[in-house]
Structure formats: C-alpha cells, structure tokens
C-alpha cells in the first residue's frame, strides 16, 4: 500500500521549499577554525566538543537571537578519540557580507564526561519517582470498597474472566474507538514536533537551535501542559464530564491550528514559537482530562482497577499506531500539508465523543461534599 498511496500524496500534495525561507549563501567571507585536544583520551573512548558562539543576556535561557553577523556554517559537534586527538578538526564560520562597522563574537568550546550526565540525569529522576511513590502511598485515600475481587481460584481463570468481562461491558464497542481515536491527531503531531522545530527553514522547519526547542518544548509547554490539565481538573469537579466534555474536545483540537500557523508563516520571532507551542499544549492538557475522566467511568465496576489498566493500554496503542506513519507522510508532503492533514484527522475522534457524550451521567465527574 505504501508505493501507490505514497506516489499519490506526493503528487497531489507537493513537498514545495519555502518560498521565505531562501538558502544562505555557502560560500564566501569563511573563517575556518582548527581545532584538536591537549591531550589523548582513555582507549576505547569518544569525547564530543560542541561548538557554540557564546549567549549573552537572555539568550542564556533560549530567549532572543543570536548575532546574525556571525554564522556557524561547520563543526558543531566534533568526535575525537586516541586515533585522531592530535589531529586538526574545522569549525567554518562565515560572516555577513552586510556588515558596516566593527564587531565581535565569542565562540565557546564545551564537552565532557556524557555516560555520568546521564547517569546523573537518570538517577535524579529515578529519586524523583521514589519521592512521589512514597508521598501516594501516605496521602492516597483508602476506600472501603478497595479490595480484591476474586471469582476464580486460579490465577490464569481470574485474568481471563477479567479480561473477558471488559468486552462484555456495554458500550464496549463505541468505548474502544473513543480510547483509540481520541489523540488521532495528537499522537501523529508529537512524532513530527521536534524535526519541525529544528528543520531549517528552507525545507520548510523554523531552525530552531536545540537549546531553544527545550526551552520552547520543555519549559514553556510543559508549564502549559500543567497548567491546562490543573483547570481542566477544576472545570471537570465543577461541572461534570457531560457538560465539560465538548469544549474539552474543541480544547484538544483548535490550537493544534498554531503549527498550522507556524508550519506556513515561520516567524522569525523566538516567542511567537513558544507562544504557539504554549496554546497547543494548554489545550492538550485541558482536553486530556475528558480522556482520562472516560476511562474512568468506563471502567467503573466489579473489576475497575484491572479494567481501568487495559484501558491505558489501548491508550498507549492509539498513540502508537498513528505514529508509526507520521514522519513518513510529513516527508511525503511535506510540513505544511502534514498539519493541515493533522486538523483533518481529528474528525473521526470528535464525532465519536459528541456521540458518547449523550451517555455520560450529567453528575459524573462533580465533586461532592460528604
């Protein structure tokens, strides 16, 4: 199916460069710097020197640009180990043939031990998770209806009694194509985010630097991850699900329009990005919660924890298939056709969840006071 399905998008939707986003010029007013370690390093082992010209003010946390007088064209990560530590490597600046007065730039050279940075990286994280298990387990509530729920003695009959009276709940049929088109469009858009961002503009991408993609992504999305998915929570307690669940859906969807914008204006400006990133993801985190607040009632029952589980993994199994085949229908068409194709898919998840939303309980999902 892929060579008659990908011959047809490519002709019907050509991958076209940017019309805005002209090529800088590859030869001319080049300064090449040479560059080998003081001294060899232990056998066996490769040390990576990134190259970089040196932040001042708040491009020190991503923000604003750099000085465009200045380009690295070459050599900004170099490999060295003990064949080739002596030898010269080239890092290729070139400058901007616009330049009228005298100016300076500083370039900086950084590397060091990459094995203990994940190491460390990994364990903080690993400590982090033990600091939240050991906080669920004391603040947890403990429900007097929390308990096993055995019908079989043996442990392969109870999984599939369990397992079976999962698709013999009502509804079950509707419920599964919720769980596994609900992020559609999300779990293509996530695959292509980060080439997006880092892409020069010239095949279409904003030319993001690395350090800007995890401010942009990691520190601005992320905030807005959270902050959508905490008023999501609120709304939902006040509300209900019945009531929340439509502009939860429209939450989930629209902002995905902002790639759509960046995909065909690529602004320039730093902020604009994240911006955009930011809406996409608050809308992310609102509307998350009707997923999650679905599950939840579908789950309901004798075997609500065991049922509640399979649900995730069909959840983890609507991300995983459309993502498998996001990246090469954005090479086909292109970035710009690819998003728009995203707004597109998000048609069947919506249409099944004003569907089921006339089976939710208008209380479902309110906070009570007991």
């Not at 904003?206 to 929570?233: D, K, M, N, P, R």
Request: net charge positive.
């Amino acid at each position: 199916m892929s060579g008659p399905l990908g011959s047809t998008l490519a002709r019907r939707f050509p991958n076209t460069p940017s019309s805005n986003a002209a090529p800088v010029a590859a030869a001319g007013n080049l300064g090449v710097i040479y560059l080998s370690l003081s001294k060899e390093p232990p056998p066996g082992r490769t040390v990576a020197v990134n190259v970089g010209r040196k932040p001042r003010g708040i491009e020190c946390i991503g923000l604003g640009k750099s000085d465009k007088g200045f380009r690295l064209q070459g050599g900004e990560r170099l490999l060295f180990n003990s064949t080739n530590w002596n030898q010269p490597a080239m890092a290729v600046i070139q400058l901007d043939p616009q330049l009228t007065r005298d100016t300076a730039v500083t370039f900086l050279t950084s590397s060091g031990n990459i094995p203990l940075a994940w190491s460390i990286t990994l364990f903080f994280v690993a400590a982090l998770f033990l600091g939240f298990s050991c906080w669920h387990s004391v603040m947890l509530p403990r429900p007097a209806t929390d308990g096993p729920v055995l019908t079989h003695h043996s442990l392969v009959g109870e999984f599939f009694a369990t397992l079976g009276s999962f698709f013999q709940k009502p509804g079950v049929v509707m419920a599964l194509a919720f769980i596994l088109l609900y992020r559609f469009d999300e779990a293509q858009l996530v695959k292509v985010i980060s080439p997006f961002l880092i892409d020069t503009r010239a095949v279409g991408g904003l030319g993001l630097t690395t350090s800007q993609v995890g401010v942009a992504y990691g520190t601005f999305g992320i905030l807005s991850l959270t902050c959508g998915g905490l008023l999501g929570g609120f709304a939902a307690a006040k509300y209900g699900l019945k009531r929340m669940l439509p502009i939860m859906v429209a939450s989930m969807y629209l902002p995905k329009l902002a790639f759509v914008f960046l995909s065909w204006t690529q602004p320039g400006n730093f902020l604009i990005t994240c911006g955009a990133v930011a809406a996409e993801q608050f809308g992310y985190g609102f509307g998350f919660t009707a997923f999650m607040l679905y599950m939840l009632l579908f789950a309901d029952g004798p075997h609500k924890t065991a049922h509640f589980a399979i649900c995730t993994g069909f959840m983890a199994l609507g991300m995983m298939i459309p993502g498998m085949w996001s990246g090469w229908v954005a090479d086909l068409v292109g970035y710009r056709h690819f998003f728009v194709w995203v707004i597109c898919s998000a048609v069947p998840g919506l249409t099944i969840a004003l569907l089921l939303n006339r089976t939710v309980d208008p209380e479902f999902g309110k906070k009570t006071n007991r």
